[in-house]
């Protein structure tokens, strides 16, 4: 989350340019669950799933509890149990709804939560046309803030909604016109040499930032190579014929326990019919493209599939030494693929380091060196899960182009894999 206390104050004259965004944005989020029908925006899959409708609720939830009622005079709420309802987990702010219990919510129902949305924007819109001006500045990087909150549940609502559909036997499709995936042979992995020294990584300048990508620093790395691309399904169902998930000796301790535990023999929505493999995808089940990297697999598989390969999985300084000076150009959730596929290799420097899936790295979250969360409720955003989880970087083909760069660190628990998650390897030099 962006340092707001540190940004300059915006001018008032971009107000109409942010209200115009926020539409868009606010646009985007519903346009991902029209397809939907009503009895998919509440099913709750799994305790780490969140119901459609509930996503849709809560980022309309996140304007109001942090824009609209301490900013807008005279604000009325849609309904006051909805603070309850759709807090996810902001204990300063008052008692959110237990997480995993979130798909017993059935009412309000899919049409309330519809009504709360316009109730909501109706009120950003006076708040946006006349701000009180004292406030002005700290009511745009809020705005900014919930917009990017909101992109990242655009990712999540895809997520969920996979998930969702692959319980059902009929395996139905989300979508059955996204667009399909190039036909393109992936040559074996090359490697690009960087060399090591002192280096800056974090975030600094312009522009919007989450707190964890914050304050800029320095960190030594050594001289490391990167491969050129993503590892593919087809590699990865060698590691798998290899015998890689019955190897003790390729897993973590914990990794080995998970996927013993858990049955795992293979990444999550692979099924083998008729001796071929196939992967659920939003667009239902689909022959397994061996050529597109491999995605949902857990830190603990592609931490695996790294030792079983010769390498490793870079740290995420060395990711981001790599990719600070890459165009950011990549598979994104207006690609409409919705789904990592095979790319071209460039000339120079490492292919698909944005979108397609988000890279694993060897690197636990924690905060950097001068780390300071937000001032109030706030804070809450980033800076409590700074335990437990890994680093993946990168973005994926479910993320909006505009929400991602170079420094963005997102953060997973290790046996997580239902995110858009992959891999790329590293080695030393």
């Known amino acids: ?86 807090n996810s987990y902001y204990e300063t702010h008052g008692t959110p709804f237990p997480r995993a219990r979130r798909g017993l919510i059935s009412r ?90 002192v280096r800056h990584i974090g975030h600094a300048g312009d522009g919007f930032a989450f707190d964890c990508e914050t304050p800029r620093h320095r960190q030594f790395v050594e001289d490391f190579q990167l491969a050129d691309r993503l590892v593919t399904n087809g590699e990865y169902l060698s590691f798998i014929a290899d015998g890689g998930y019955a190897r003790s000796d390729l897993w973590l301790s914990d990794g080995w326990a998970q996927i013993n535990q858990a049955g795992w023999h293979a990444p999550l929505y692979w099924q083998r019919h008729d001796d071929a493999w196939h992967e659920m995808t939003l667009a239902g089940l689909k022959p397994l493209d061996l050529d597109a990297p491999v995605c949902h697999v857990s830190f603990y598989e592609a931490d695996a599939y790294a030792r079983w390969a010769g390498a490793r999985l870079p ?23 919705l789904q990592p596929v095979a790319t071209r290799m460039p000339h120079e420097g490492p292919a698909q380091l944005f979108g397609d899936v988000w890279e694993w790295t060897a690197s636990a979250y924690r905060p950097y060196p001068g780390f300071r969360p937000l001032e109030g409720s706030l804070g809450e955003y980033n800076g409590k899960f700074m335990s437990g989880q890994m ?38 030099l």
């Open 1 to 86: 989350m962006g340092n707001l206390a540190e940004q300059a104050q915006p001018a008032l004259a971009d107000l109409d340019f942010l209200l115009q965004r926020f539409r868009q944005v606010r646009a985007t989020s519903e346009a991902i669950c029209a397809p939907l029908q009503v009895e998919d925006h509440v099913i709750q899959s799994m305790p780490d799933v969140s119901p459609p409708k509930w996503h849709l609720a809560h980022i309309s939830w996140f304007f109001e509890a942090f824009l609209l009622k301490p900013y807008l005079g005279g604000y009325k709420p849609l309904d006051p149990i909805y603070d309850h309802l759709f």
């Open 108 to 197: 309000p129902g899919v049409a309330d939560v519809y009504r709360f949305r316009q109730h909501v924007d109706r009120a950003m819109a006076d708040l946006l046309s006349s701000p009180p001006r004292q406030h002005a500045g700290e009511i745009m990087r809020r705005v900014e803030l919930g917009l990017q909150h909101e992109q990242q549940h655009q990712e999540l609502l895809l997520m969920d909604i996979k998930h969702i559909l692959a319980q059902n036997p009929l395996q139905p499709a989300y979508r059955a016109d996204l667009k399909p995936a190039p036909k393109l042979h992936q040559d074996r992995i090359r490697w690009h040499d960087f060399t090591g020294g």
């Open 315 to 337: 740290s995420e300084a060395e990711w981001e030494v790599a990719a600070s000076d890459q165009p950011r150009r990549g598979n994104f959730l207006e690609s409409d693929h």
């Open 391 to 428: 680093v993946l970087r990168g973005g994926c083909c479910a993320t909006p182009e505009s929400h991602i760069r170079a420094t963005y660190r997102n953060f997973f628990q290790p046996a997580m894999r239902w995110q858009f998650a992959g891999l790329r390897l590293a080695r030393e």
